[in-house]
């Protein structure tokens, strides 16, 4: 999530920064220049730029990661070590908008592919009786990331802020392979089929709580760098 979020800042800060012509563009003439922001943002993020805090993702690797849930159906805390993630930077831009109206941006981005693998150590429950533990590999492929929304902007004492985030998740299908469950092989190809059908449909049916710590996330991010900036000084930007 906190991927989707850094993409949405992205954006919103290449926009807000970015040298616009003076002359009065029109609306389509606004998308496209955004359009054109993202596709430059695409090719540093293939390398990152470390002077502007901006991760490489061509691939991401992240050394730690600290994973938790505490659910009616499962409880865990995860260790992630040596974490890649490929292919992150192959999405495609479906919608990508600016209005002066409600003053917001509107997006929708997706993922035809993504893998991702690396090594865990964990321990939990599953419907809090049945004990779950492991220590091994996994890798998951993703097919037909979908990640969509609208971010709204309003000001406060001239300058401005995010007003609202509403977004949406979806993952077309999923295939997980993960080794050491139980230290049993029988059991962890159980447990990969299962997540691997699962996920999809959790993602449906928790849409509500895993939206909204990615909005919040944009929210809380956006707003450190558009706090120093006018709504005047973003229409001039944009015109």
């Not at 209005?99 to 997006?107: A, C, L, N, Q, R």
Request: charged share 20%.
């Amino acid at each position: 999530m906190k991927l989707l979020a850094l993409t949405v800042f992205l954006v919103l800060a290449s926009a807000a920064q970015s040298e616009w012509p003076g002359e009065r563009s029109t609306r389509a003439s606004i998308n496209d220049k955004l359009v054109a922001l993202v596709e430059k943002l695409r090719e540093t993020l293939k390398t990152g730029d470390a002077e502007k805090g901006i991760p490489c993702l061509n691939p991401l690797v992240v050394d730690g990661l600290q994973l938790s849930l505490d659910k009616d159906f499962a409880s865990f805390d995860v260790n992630v070590t040596d974490l890649v993630i490929n292919s992150l930077t192959d999405f495609e831009i479906n919608q990508l908008t600016f209005s002066i109206i409600g003053v917001k941006f509107t997006f929708s981005f997706a993922w035809p592919d993504l893998t991702l693998g690396g090594r865990y150590a964990g321990n939990g429950r599953i419907a809090n009786f049945i004990p779950l533990y492991g220590d091994g590999d996994f890798f998951a492929a993703v097919k037909n990331i979908a990640f969509s929304g609208t971010v709204r902007l309003s000001s406060k004492n001239q300058y401005l802020y995010v007003k609202s985030v509403d977004t949406s998740v979806a993952v077309g299908g999923l295939k997980v392979d993960v080794t050491g469950i139980l230290n049993s092989d029988d059991v962890s190809s159980l447990i990969s089929a299962v997540i691997s059908d699962a996920i999809p449909d959790l993602m449906v049916d928790y849409q509500s709580l895993i939206t909204g710590k990615l909005n919040d996330l944009i929210k809380t991010t956006a707003d450190k760098y558009l706090g120093t900036m006018t709504l005047a000084e973003l229409l001039a930007m944009l015109n």
